[in-house]
């Protein structure tokens, strides 16, 4: 069973805040992770791969936790531009990167 | 920005015609797919091609039929559509079981 869940949202935060998606994922063995973002009618564009040990790229932060099955990502200082659908992403077979898409969390920054 | 080219990026057809999605990709991925969008929905796989051969074909009507020329380039042959069939279709690459990078997608609209 591949299945990926998150919580569709819409997340309405202000600039400058704190805001964090979860997304759980149904296949304990699954190979690699990731997150996507995409604006309205464009592709998604990879934002982050996500590592047990956690990795942080400016304001973005993404964890792992294989033992619960579910993927994080922490966005702070949250800037307008930040508005878009946040898609996680999960590679349940080795030799490919087929990903299964979580159906997104979209995320409205307002001023 | 993406180095996966998708033409043309907005395509109009009637149910009888026959109509071809072009991708090419310059980045030496050895893996490329083909994936459908509908709208408020994740992306969905169709097929993989690895090292030109089709790996994984995701149940996919007959209607559309993938070809992969050679490996920089991927094509999706139409006939027949229904307008249910009407999505956003993107093409992606990768190297086995690395990042997907998907190009800018073509609109696709059945009348």
Known sequence: R???????GPFNVPEGAT???NCTYSNSASQSF??????CRKEPKLLMSVYSSGNEDGRF?????RASQYISLLI??????????????????SGYSTLTFGKGTMLLVSP | DTEVTQTPKHLVMGMTNKKSLKCEQHMGHRAMYWYKQKAKKPPELM??????????????PSRFSPECPNSSLLNLHLHALQPEDSALYLCASSQPNEKLFFGSGTQLSVL
């Open chain 1, 34 to 39: 990731f997150w996507y973002r995409q604006d």
């Open chain 2, 47 to 60: 097929f993989v091609y690895s090292y030109e051969k089709l790996s994984i074909n995701e149940s996919v």
């Open chain 1, 19 to 21: 805001v964090a998606f």
């Open chain 1, 76 to 93: 702070r200082d949250s800037k307008l531009s930040d508005s878009a659908t946040y898609l996680c992403a999960v590679n349940f077979d």
């Open chain 1, 61 to 65: 932060t993404a964890q792992l936790n």
């Open chain 1, 2 to 8: 591949k299945e990926v869940e998150q919580d569709p």
